[in-house]
């Protein structure tokens, strides 16, 4: 019996890649130049699609497989807008090497978990890691920031011209996750992203201060510049900000109620594009099958490119399951950072009794 073949995908030069990157983060391109970058950068990111969902699908197997039944797992396709920003921020990094285009998230109970697992899929002889990793757990980022990210190459038994394609996987707790959500939502609601390190100095030490805290909380590393200090004072510190910013208060009951979310999710359905229009407080949700794959990448683009101008509206391209798995996945789109405040609510009482 004969296979059909299966069709190709058009992989642009590393030096179209190269050049498109370049004239992205120009600070006065032609607008043909521009129009024509985003055209290669588009292409470019597309094909990121198929590897990082044959990743996720073997991840789920290998958890499975090692008896995380909790675990959530998630993909996204980065924006564009996060590209272009990046780009801007490292000019000298390149965008054909850019290794977070194909992107996945794995967040487990435990934090021995994240190491376990970690271990299991080095051994793994699946896809190749590109060694070493950023532990961002053992050595926290200077915002707070903490997870285990790991560059892999993606290789599949079929589209070998996407093999050598870098996906990066972050595993995190699920502490490290509410940290992460509360600080993505925050920076939705003031309008300013937190983790490149826009918005105000006060509310940047809140989520140092809350992910020490939380340091703690799992027996890890603190944050470098909170390390020496005990926790009974990093929380007093916190609450004196709290009082102030009412960062709490702000993130508190904002979460959307079903009535604020149009979906038609099943849970046959493979892609999903979501639009947060924050001042509306309204998240749409649209579904796309595996068979889909070109015309999600096609509508995702020119949503983008309509909202490019609109500080309300966010757009993320990602897949994680049913609709209930997408919102444990990304709470930061549904603005729910509710567990982040239950935790740190009990944290704070704790210390200051």
Request: charge should be positive; proline fraction near 4%.
């Amino acid at each position: 019996m004969t296979t059909k073949p299966i069709k190709e995908f058009a992989v642009p030069s590393k030096t179209s890649v190269r050049k498109a990157g370049k004239i992205l983060c120009k600070e006065n391109p032609t607008a043909e130049e521009f129009e024509g970058a985003l055209d290669v950068l588009s292409q470019w990111r597309s094909l990121y699609s198929y590897p990082i969902n044959d990743f996720q699908n073997f991840l789920r197997r290998r958890l499975k497989k090692d008896g995380y039944a909790n675990a959530i797992v998630a993909q996204r396709i980065k924006r564009m807008p996060s590209i272009i920003g990046k780009l801007i921020r490292f000019p000298s990094m390149g965008l054909e090497r850019m290794q977070d285009i194909g992107g996945i998230r794995v967040v487990l109970d435990k934090l021995p978990d994240v190491y376990r697992f970690h271990e299991s899929l080095l051994l793994s002889k699946k896809h190749q890691a590109v060694l070493p990793p950023d532990d961002y757990i053992q050595t926290p980022k200077d915002d707070g920031y903490r997870s285990l990210h790991q560059v892999f190459k993606y290789s599949g038994k079929s589209h070998h011209e996407l093999d050598g394609l870098r996906m990066e996987l972050q595993i995190r707790t699920r502490i490290q996750h509410e940290w992460a959500t509360a600080v993505e939502t925050l920076g939705i609601i003031e309008k300013s992203s937190f983790k490149t390190g826009e918005g105000s100095e006060d509310f940047r030490t809140f989520f140092k201060l809350s992910s020490a805290l939380f340091s703690i909380e799992e027996k890890s590393t603190v944050i470098g510049v909170y390390s020496h200090l005990p926790e009974k004072e990093i929380a007093g510190k916190l609450l004196d900000i709290e009082r102030r910013l009412r960062v709490l208060t702000k993130l508190q009951g904002i979460a959307f109620t079903g009535k604020q979310i149009e979906t038609a999710s099943k849970q046959t359905d493979e892609y999903h594009l979501m639009v947060l229009d924050a001042a509306r407080r309204l998240v749409s949700i649209t579904p796309y099958s595996k068979k889909q794959w070109e015309t999600v990448i096609d509508d995702y683009r020119t949503k983008e490119q309509k909202t490019k101008d609109n500080p309300d509206i966010s757009i993320v391209l990602v897949s994680a399951g049913d609709f209930k798995a997408i919102k444990k996945a990304y709470p930061n789109y549904f603005l729910d950072t509710n567990n982040f405040i239950r935790r740190l609510k009990h944290i704070l009482k704790r210390n200051l009794k």
